[in-house]
């Protein structure tokens, strides 16, 4: 019913910059939140960054003022520019997005879904 494409990973050196996309598609009646997520090996998910419909952006501590996240409610897409990478930002990169959907007829119902991951690893 709802899908989310993401694409952009890949590698890069340390101090270089990548950019994600996340596409959303389906059954969808609105969009809450959009976000980014991420998980190193052996780590735990974690959040990196994530708009809400109003516009109100969170960010990580470890990635403010190098990562800026961008949204197009229009096209229920979010994206994620990262720049000045560091080996530590390398990890599979989840989007994520709460939104509202149709399941049959009138019908509607909220929940979160996920993309497939895109690996990002950033070489010393």
């Known amino acids: 019913q709802v899908q989310l494409v993401e694409s952009g990973g890949g590698l890069v050196q340390a101090g270089g910059s990548l950019r994600l996309s996340c596409a959303a598609s389906?059954?969808?009646?609105?969009?809450?939140?959009m976000g980014w997520y991420r998980q190193a090996p052996g780590k735990q998910r974690e959040l990196v960054a994530t708009?809400?419909?109003?516009?109100?952006?969170n960010y990580a501590d470890s990635v403010k003022g190098r990562f800026t996240i961008s949204r197009d409610n229009a096209k229920n897409t979010v994206w994620l520019q990262m720049n000045s990478l560091k080996p530590e930002d390398t990890a599979v990169y989840y989007c994520?997005?709460?939104?509202?959907?149709?399941?049959?007829?009138?019908?509607?119902?909220?929940?979160?879904?996920w993309g497939q991951g895109t690996q990002v690893t950033v070489s010393s």
């Open positions: 994520n997005a709460n939104l509202i959907y149709r399941t049959a007829g009138i019908d509607y119902s909220r929940d979160d879904f």
């Open positions: 708009s809400t419909s109003g516009g109100r952006l």
């Open positions: 389906g059954s969808i009646f609105r969009i809450n939140t």
